[in-house]
């Protein structure tokens, strides 16, 4: 079965592409199909993100991971997630109300809470910028299998998740 690919939604506008979330996903596993969906998502604009990956899911192949990569608190303490639709495909972001359309259209198989792969590359990159590093590297190490998704961290309940602010 081929490995699952991985795709890129920010809010970085021209100029400051995932270039380096797309390296990050390389450096876990070089033969990972990495997509950039966008990086032209209105900063800060989680709502529009929200709609936009609930909108791309099913137009992808089932066990699609995508990396939700806009935070107006740029990673300043919210907890990384991981959201599985029934059909499989899985969403990598900050619980900071990405995952609410997905959610309210699609409906969660799981969610969990990325603690420790999230702590993992923070350990391997300690001064670097994040800007959605960590997120690609979650995400990535879910497609690759390195964790699986039921082993990836604590179960975090649907009704958990956070709403679009």
């Keep these: 079965m081929a490995m699952p690919c991985v795709v890129l939604l920010t809010d970085f506008g021209d100029g400051n592409g995932s270039g380096a979330m797309l390296g990050v996903c390389k450096r876990v596993e070089p033969s990972l199909s990495v997509y950039e969906l966008t990086n032209d998502v209105p900063r800060f604009d989680v709502a529009a993100a929200s709609r936009l990956v609930a909108d ?16 107006p608190a740029s990673g300043a303490g919210e907890r990384v997630l ?6 499989g495909s899985i969403v990598v972001g900050p619980d900071n109300g990405c995952f609410a359309d997905a959610a309210a259209r699609l409906g969660v198989a799981g969610a969990r809470a990325l603690a420790s792969l999230n702590a993992r590359y923070l350990l391997m990159e300690p001064n670097a910028p994040s800007h959605g590093r960590n997120l690609a590297y979650c995400a990535a190490c879910l497609a690759a299998g390195k964790p699986g998704f039921d082993d990836a961290g604590e179960v975090v309940e649907p009704a958990e998740l956070s709403k679009v602010p």
């Design 56 to 71: 791309q899911i099913p137009a992808w192949p089932r066990g699609t991971v995508f990396v939700c990569a806009v935070d």
């Design 82 to 87: 991981a959201c599985r639709t029934p059909e």
